[in-house]
């Protein structure tokens, strides 16, 4: 980001970090008191910045997915280990996460092959099509997704409270009508937003991709990250899947403005 004229001192930023610390290893507020939210996107400022961390994204995805797993409330969630029926979908995911995931694979080569097989038969289809489809995600193994630490965002949030709903939905290819708990959806809503925040703020692209697509095109450098950190746009060629939806843009922006000056 570029420092406006506005910018906080360093001093001033760094008792703005510390104050930070109080909201980072407790659940995200979603409430009217906008710190918590703030804090954590500047975290992740911080995460995405730091020249020590041997994967600065794995390191900012981490902690979004610790915070949506500790924000997220007890639900009677019809979800187990062993069915990985929903792993059929279209998974979209931002560079970092997509980053992350190649991490993970990057010497598996069984697993790329998979995935070079799944991206030949799933490049380009809607997220109907998809669906459709039954394409298994090439990273679920033994019905369990075999990068679970490692998993995007939105995986993380497709929980159901019906497997019979699911089992219509993924199996028999009937309407999605998938029950899922309003919570866990305005969570994942806001953890996306403070996720955008955070590239923006960072100067990073903040485009979604298909997961298998944008997983093969990091798989392409051995130094990925590096490139993508400094600017390089290694996903050029990957489709882009996801626009922010207009309710979130406004309050990315809002975020953004807001929190310039302080990181
Ligand atoms: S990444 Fe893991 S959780 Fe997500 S669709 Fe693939 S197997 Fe399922």
């Known amino acids: 980001m570029s420092s406006g004229g506005n910018r906080l001192q360093r001093a001033e930023r760094r008792a703005l970090q510390r104050e930070d610390e109080k909201y980072l290893n407790v659940p995200l507020n979603l409430g009217p008191d906008p710190r918590s939210i703030a804090a954590h996107t500047r975290h992740m400022v911080h995460l995405f910045s730091n020249p020590a961390a041997a994967s600065p994204c794995a390191d900012a995805m981490a902690h979004l997915g610790a915070l949506y797993s500790r924000t997220v409330p007890k639900a009677d969630l019809a979800c187990r280990r062993g ?60 019905a369990a997704c075999s990068i679970y630490a490692a998993r995007p965002v939105g995986c993380r949030a497709f929980v159901s409270l019906s497997l019979a709903a699911c089992l219509a939905t993924f199996v028999d290819g009937a309407e999605p009508q998938i029950p899922t708990p309003a919570r866990h959806t305005d969570i994942l809503y806001t953890c996306r937003i403070l996720l955008y925040a955070a590239l923006r703020l960072k100067g990073l692209k903040d485009a979604a991709y298909e997961l298998n697509a944008a997983v093969l095109a990091a798989l392409a450098y051995d130094d990925a990250e590096a490139r993508w950190l400094a600017g390089e746009d290694i996903f050029a060629s990957v489709p882009v899947t996801g626009t922010v939806p ?18």
């Open 83 to 142: 069915c990985g029926s929903c792993c059929t979908q279209l998974v979209t995911v931002t560079a970092p996460e997509a980053l992350w995931v190649a991490a993970q694979i990057r010497h598996k080569m069984p697993v790329i092959e998979k995935m070079r097989a799944a991206d030949a038969q799933t490049h380009g289809l809607s997220m109907e099509a998809r669906l459709k489809s039954h394409i298994v995600c090439p990273l679920l193994k033994d």
């Open 246 to 263: 207009p309710a979130f843009e406004l309050s990315i922006s809002q975020l953004v403005a807001h929190l310039a000056p302080t990181v």
